[in-house]
């Protein structure tokens, strides 16, 4: 499931802090502090094109919504398909918290 071409100790150490956060405001503290904030804004951007894609929406739909580039939802796309399931899993999760309230 896990990429061994990013997996080090300083990737650990990164995802380790990230599941010490507890709410929404701790995560915009953590993040502004660690990104900037076009990284913040490309990250949010790709996931909500990811959701997109595994909603059905068709690429002029993204891009008028998102105005992320084809190229990114491209990249995305392959990652949804050959990629390690991770936003299949945090979506899936998602769903299963939307069910539960």
Sequence with gaps: MSNSK???ASVDFLF???L???NLNECYAF???LCTVQELKAMSQRIAVAHMLSTKKVYSEIV???GAS???IS???RSLHYGCDGYELVFNRLNDGKNKG
């Design 75 to 77: 990249r995305v796309n």
């Design 6 to 8: 990013i997996k080090d």
């Design 64 to 66: 008028a919504e998102t």
């Design 16 to 18: 380790e802090a990230i």
């Design 31 to 33: 993040f502004e502090d």
């Design 20 to 22: 010490k956060l507890n």
């Design 70 to 72: 084809t190229a990114t």
